[in-house]
């Protein structure tokens, strides 16, 4: 019978990786409409759309913070290998563990400070001075994402079995499926 804990927890990160995915694609899908709006607007009228570049802006960082998450869920972050066999295979567990877990205090960090700066954007009152918006929702996007990440990866250094298989963003030559 399966553990209770891994089925939640795996239920819970098949369900941050869909909305972390469906995020993606609006957001990759407003930054290009916006894009193309805009040189439409250029192209017709000599003028671009006011808003476009706050946005396309916006926009990105909504595409980088789910990719950033993504990339944690699919094992896909560069990291160097070269030091991979300095080690005996027998301490890869510890090494996963704490590699996991320095990884998730590191975003819990990051997420912190991110969260001061959105409380601070939401005090002040700051705006946009291009669409007269709050920012701070947008940048809200910031500790969701490290927050996130920081469960995704304690998870990982506790339930081993959840760890997605490294791929790695790019393969050396000679490595299996490399160039």
């Given at each position: 019978?399966?553990?209770?804990?891994?089925?939640?927890?795996?239920?819970?990160?098949?369900?941050?990786?869909?909305?972390?995915k469906?995020?993606?694609?609006?957001?990759?899908?407003?930054?290009?409409?916006?894009?193309?709006?805009?040189?439409v607007?250029?192209?017709?009228?000599?003028?671009?759309?006011?808003?476009?570049?706050?946005v396309?802006?916006?926009?990105?960082?909504?595409?980088?913070?789910?990719?950033?998450?993504?990339?944690?869920?699919?094992?896909?972050?560069?990291?160097?290998?070269?030091?991979?066999?300095?080690?005996?295979?027998?301490?890869?567990?510890?090494?996963?563990?704490?590699?996991?877990?320095?990884?998730?205090?590191?975003?819990?960090?990051?997420?912190?400070?991110?969260?001061?700066?959105?409380?601070?954007?939401?005090?002040?009152g700051?705006?946009?001075?291009?669409?007269?918006?709050?920012?701070?929702?947008?940048?809200a996007?910031?500790?969701?994402?490290?927050?996130?990440?920081?469960?995704?990866h304690?998870?990982?250094?506790?339930?081993?079995?959840?760890?997605?298989?490294?791929?790695?963003?790019?393969?050396a030559?000679?490595?299996?499926?490399?160039?």
């Amino acid at each position: 019978m399966a553990d209770p804990s891994n089925t939640f927890a795996t239920a819970l990160l098949t369900i941050i990786r869909r909305v972390e995915k469906l995020l993606a694609i609006v957001s990759f899908s407003t930054l290009i409409g916006v894009v193309f709006a805009d040189v439409v607007s250029r192209e017709l009228t000599g003028a671009g759309l006011f808003w476009a570049s706050q946005v396309g802006v916006w926009a990105n960082v909504f595409v980088v913070m789910t990719g950033f998450g993504l990339a944690s869920a699919d094992g896909a972050h560069l990291r160097p290998r070269f030091a991979d066999g300095w080690l005996p295979a027998s301490l890869d567990q510890v090494l996963g563990f704490l590699q996991h877990g320095v990884m998730s205090l590191f975003c819990i960090a990051i997420g912190t400070v991110a969260l001061s700066v959105v409380l601070g954007s939401w005090q002040l009152g700051e705006v946009s001075l291009d669409l007269y918006m709050p920012i701070w929702p947008v940048q809200a996007m910031l500790p969701a994402a490290f927050y996130t990440a920081a469960l995704r990866h304690m998870l990982y250094a506790f339930i081993p079995d959840l760890r997605p298989a490294e791929t790695g963003a790019i393969q050396a030559v000679g490595e299996a499926g490399g160039a």
